[in-house]
C-alpha cells in the first residue's frame, strides 16, 4: 500500500505539527522525491550547491548555495523549522553528507539518506580498484591511452600530472576554464545514457580506458556495461567514508520512513 499523507503530516491526533523538508538534492533521486512530496502536498524545500549551471527544474521550492559549515545548518534547520532532512546528494558528496549529519545532531532533526546502492563487479568487468581520486590520477600514470574520464569537471585539474593521454572528457556543464590536457574532446550532455549509446560513443572515439566514480545506481552504468562489452579495463574510485546514518535506496522507502518519524518540538 502506498504511503499517504492522511494520519501523518497534516496535524491529525498522532502529530500537531505538519511536515516541512530539507532535501539536499542533485541527483535524479531528489527530482523523483520532490515530485512525489508534492503530490502528496508535503511541504518542503531542495537545495542544491550551485555547482552546476541548469539545475533540473522541481515542484518544490528551491535554495541554492552553501549553508556555512555544520553550525550554519543547524541555524537552517531551526530557523526555518525544518521537521525531517533527506541526504539526496550524489555519493562523492562526502562534505555536504558530513555536514549534514552532525547538523541534525545538533538540531534535533531526523536524517535519511535516499542513495544508490554501490556498482560491483560482474564477470567480464576488468576493474583495478582505486581508494580517491588521488589514487585514480596514480593508476593513470602509464604509457598513453585514449581514456574517458567520467568524474565531472571539479576533478579535472587534479588529473594534470597526466597529459600524455588523450581524453573523452563527458560533462554536464561546459568547464569554466580549459581542462589541463593537450588533448582532450568535450561532450556536453545531461543522462541517463544507453548502453547502446555509450558503447557507440566509446567507440567512435577509440576509447581503451575508462574511469570512473563509483556513483551506483541506474542512471550512469550504462558506461560500466558498456566498458564490460567491449573488454575495456575500468579504474574504478570508490566512494568515500560516511558517518553512519539511515540509509534508503528508493523513494517509496522514504515515504515510510517519514510515516514513522515523528516531528521535533520547536
Known amino acids: 500500500m502506498k504511503p499517504s499523507n492522511e494520519g501523518r503530516n497534516m496535524g491529525d491526533a498522532t502529530s500537531t505539527i505538519v511536515q516541512n523538508l530539507l532535501i539536499l538534492g542533485g541527483t535524479t533521486g531528489a527530482t523523483a522525491l520532490c515530485a512525489r512530496l508534492a503530490e502528496l502536498q508535503i511541504p518542503g524545500t531542495i537545495s542544491f550547491a550551485g555547482r552546476v549551471q541548469r539545475p533540473v527544474r522541481q515542484p518544490l521550492p528551491r535554495r541554492v548555495g552553501g549553508f556555512g559549515g555544520v553550525d550554519g545548518l543547524a541555524t537552517y534547520l531551526r530557523d526555518h523549522r525544518i521537521t525531517h532532512m533527506v541526504d539526496a546528494t550524489h555519493p562523492f558528496a562526502a562534505q555536504m553528507s558530513r555536514h549534514a549529519v552532525a547538523a541534525c ?13 554501490a556498482w560491483m563487479p560482474a564477470p567480464g568487468d576488468q576493474w583495478t580498484r582505486v581508494p580517491d581520486i588521488a589514487g585514480a590520477v596514480a593508476a593513470l600514470a602509464r604509457p598513453p591511452a585514449r ?24 560533462l554536464v556543464d561546459p568547464p569554466e576554464v580549459p581542462p589541463p590536457f593537450p588533448r582532450h574532446h568535450i561532450i556536453v550532455d545531461r543522462g541517463p545514457f544507453t548502453i547502446a549509446g555509450d558503447r557507440a560513443l566509446m567507440q567512435a572515439h577509440g576509447i581503451e580506458m575508462v574511469v570512473s566514480k563509483n556513483a551506483g545506481g541506474a542512471g550512469a552504468v550504462a558506461k560500466i556495461t558498456a566498458a564490460r562489452e567491449l ?7 570508490d566512494r568515500p567514508a560516511l558517518p553512519a546514518r539511515t540509509e534508503v535506496y528508493d523513494v517509496e522507502a522514504v515515504l515510510e520512513w517519514l510515516g514513522d518519524r515523528e516531528a521535533p518540538q520547536f
Open 105 to 117: 545532531a545538533q538540531a534535533g532533526v531526523p536524517l535519511i539518506a535516499l542513495t544508490r546502492p
Open 147 to 170: 581514456v574517458m574520464l567520467a568524474v565531472g569537471r571539479m576533478h579535472l585539474a587534479e588529473f594534470a600530472p597526466n597529459p600524455q593521454h588523450d581524453y573523452l572528457l563527458r
Open 231 to 237: 573488454g575495456l579495463p575500468v579504474i574504478m574510485i
